[in-house]
C-alpha cells in the first residue's frame, strides 16, 4: 500500500471512530489496531490524533460547504432555499458519519466549534442573498444578517433532527422546510412540494439547457403564491368580519339582556313603591278609626 493510500485508509478509519464514538472516546491505539498498522504511522502521517481529527473534519465541512454553495448559486430564491435544504439533507443522508462528526461535540446554538463556524460560514453567504431580496423588496438590507442567522440554524437543527428520524423523505422535509420559511406561519400550504426545477438533478453549466421553461415555471409559482397570498388575505378579511358581527351580536344580546334587567329592577320598584303606598293608607285608615273609635267612648262615657 502507498504512501497516499495508507493516508487515506487511516482517514476512513478515523472518520467511522470518530463518527461512532466522538474525539475523546477514540484513541491512537484504536485507530491504528483497526487499520492493523504500528501507532508510530498515524503519528507519520498525521502527527497525532489532533491532526488525522482535523483532516476528517476539514473535509467534511468543505464536502457540506461546496455541496450548499452549489446550491445557492440558482437563479431564483425560491430554489436557492429549496436547493440548499436538499443539499444538507442530501449531505446528511450520504454521509451520515460526517455529519455525526460535524455536530457531535458542538452543538449549533453554542456559538463555538466545528459546526458553529460552518454554520457561520454558510449563514454570511445567506446574508448576501437576503441583503439583495431585501433590496429588490423594499426591505431594509441591514436586517439580512439577523434573517440568514434564523434560517440557516433553522435548517440545521431540522437537519440534526432528521439525522436520526429519518423520516419523512428527505423531499417532503425540504418542502416543509421551505413552506415554513417561504410561506410563513400565516400563509402555509397545507400540501407543499418542491418545485421541478430543484428536484432535478443539477446539470454542469456547460450542458445546462435554455432557462425559457424554469423562468417561466418561476414566474407561475410567483402568480400562484401571490394567488394563495391574496386568498389567504381574504379569508382573513372574512374572519376579521363574521368576528366583528358576532361581537356586534353579542353587544346587542348584552344590551337587550341589560334592557330587560333595568325594566324588570324598575318593575319591582314601582310594585314595592304600591306596596308601600297601600301600607301606608291602611296605616292611616287604622288610625282614622282608632281616633274616630275614641270620640265615641268619650261621648259614651263622659267624665
Given at each position: 500500500?502507498?504512501?497516499?493510500?495508507r493516508r487515506e485508509q487511516l482517514i476512513h478509519i478515523s472518520r467511522a471512530l470518530f463518527a461512532e464514538k466522538g474525539f475523546d472516546g477514540t484513541s491512537i491505539e484504536e485507530i491504528a489496531a483497526t487499520a492493523q498498522v504500528s501507532k508510530p504511522v498515524v503519528y507519520e502521517h498525521f502527527g497525532g490524533k489532533e491532526g488525522v481529527y482535523a483532516v476528517v473534519v476539514d473535509r467534511e465541512m468543505q464536502k457540506l460547504l461546496g455541496m450548499i454553495t452549489e446550491a445557492l448559486s440558482a437563479a431564483h430564491s425560491l430554489v436557492k432555499l429549496e436547493r440548499a435544504a436538499l443539499a444538507l439533507l442530501r449531505y446528511i443522508?450520504?454521509?451520515?458519519?460526517?455529519?455525526?462528526?460535524?455536530?457531535?461535540?458542538?452543538?449549533?446554538?453554542?456559538?463555538?466549534?466545528?459546526?458553529?463556524?460552518?454554520?457561520?460560514?454558510?449563514?454570511?453567504?445567506?446574508?448576501?442573498?437576503?441583503?439583495?431580496?431585501?433590496?429588490?423588496?423594499?426591505?431594509?438590507?441591514?436586517?439580512?444578517?439577523?434573517?440568514?442567522?434564523?434560517?440557516?440554524?433553522?435548517?440545521?437543527?431540522?437537519?440534526?433532527?432528521?439525522?436520526?428520524?429519518?423520516?419523512?423523505?428527505?423531499?417532503?422535509?425540504?418542502?416543509?422546510?421551505?413552506?415554513?420559511?417561504?410561506?410563513?406561519?400565516?400563509?402555509?400550504?397545507?400540501?407543499?412540494?418542491?418545485?421541478?426545477?430543484?428536484?432535478?438533478?443539477?446539470?454542469?453549466?456547460?450542458?445546462?439547457?435554455?432557462?425559457?421553461?424554469?423562468?417561466?415555471?418561476?414566474?407561475?409559482?410567483?402568480?400562484?403564491?401571490?394567488?394563495?397570498?391574496?386568498?389567504?388575505?381574504?379569508?382573513?378579511?372574512?374572519?376579521?368580519?363574521?368576528?366583528?358581527?358576532?361581537?356586534?351580536?353579542?353587544?346587542?344580546?348584552?344590551?337587550?339582556?341589560?334592557?330587560?334587567?333595568?325594566?324588570?329592577?324598575?318593575?319591582?320598584?314601582?310594585?314595592?313603591?304600591?306596596?308601600?303606598?297601600?301600607?301606608?293608607?291602611?296605616?292611616?285608615?287604622?288610625?282614622?278609626?282608632?281616633?274616630?273609635?275614641?270620640?265615641?267612648?268619650?261621648?259614651?262615657?263622659?267624665?
Amino acid at each position: 500500500m502507498s504512501g497516499s493510500e495508507r493516508r487515506e485508509q487511516l482517514i476512513h478509519i478515523s472518520r467511522a471512530l470518530f463518527a461512532e464514538k466522538g474525539f475523546d472516546g477514540t484513541s491512537i491505539e484504536e485507530i491504528a489496531a483497526t487499520a492493523q498498522v504500528s501507532k508510530p504511522v498515524v503519528y507519520e502521517h498525521f502527527g497525532g490524533k489532533e491532526g488525522v481529527y482535523a483532516v476528517v473534519v476539514d473535509r467534511e465541512m468543505q464536502k457540506l460547504l461546496g455541496m450548499i454553495t452549489e446550491a445557492l448559486s440558482a437563479a431564483h430564491s425560491l430554489v436557492k432555499l429549496e436547493r440548499a435544504a436538499l443539499a444538507l439533507l442530501r449531505y446528511i443522508e450520504e454521509s451520515s458519519e460526517g455529519f455525526r462528526i460535524l455536530v457531535r461535540d458542538s452543538h449549533a446554538a453554542s456559538g463555538t466549534g466545528t459546526f458553529a463556524s460552518l454554520i457561520s460560514e454558510i449563514a454570511s453567504q445567506v446574508e448576501d442573498v437576503l441583503a439583495d431580496e431585501f433590496a429588490a423588496r423594499g426591505y431594509d438590507p441591514k436586517l439580512a444578517p439577523m434573517y440568514a442567522q434564523m434560517l440557516v440554524g433553522m435548517v440545521a437543527l431540522t437537519g440534526q433532527w432528521w439525522l436520526d428520524v429519518r423520516k419523512p423523505g428527505r423531499e417532503e422535509v425540504a418542502a416543509h422546510l421551505v413552506n415554513l420559511a417561504w410561506n410563513g406561519l400565516t400563509g402555509l400550504n397545507p400540501s407543499p412540494s418542491i418545485t421541478a426545477t430543484s428536484r432535478a438533478p443539477a446539470v454542469p453549466a456547460a450542458k445546462q439547457p435554455p432557462r425559457v421553461t424554469s423562468e417561466k415555471e418561476l414566474r407561475e409559482l410567483e402568480k400562484a403564491r401571490e394567488k394563495e397570498l391574496k386568498e389567504a388575505e381574504k379569508a382573513r378579511q372574512r374572519e376579521l368580519k363574521e368576528a366583528e358581527k358576532a361581537r356586534v351580536r353579542e353587544l346587542k344580546e348584552r344590551e337587550r339582556l341589560l334592557k330587560e334587567a333595568e325594566k324588570e329592577r324598575e318593575r319591582l320598584l314601582k310594585e314595592a313603591e304600591k306596596a308601600r303606598e297601600r301600607e301606608e293608607r291602611i296605616r292611616q285608615r287604622e288610625a282614622r278609626l282608632a281616633e274616630r273609635a275614641a270620640r265615641l267612648e268619650q261621648v259614651d262615657h263622659p267624665d
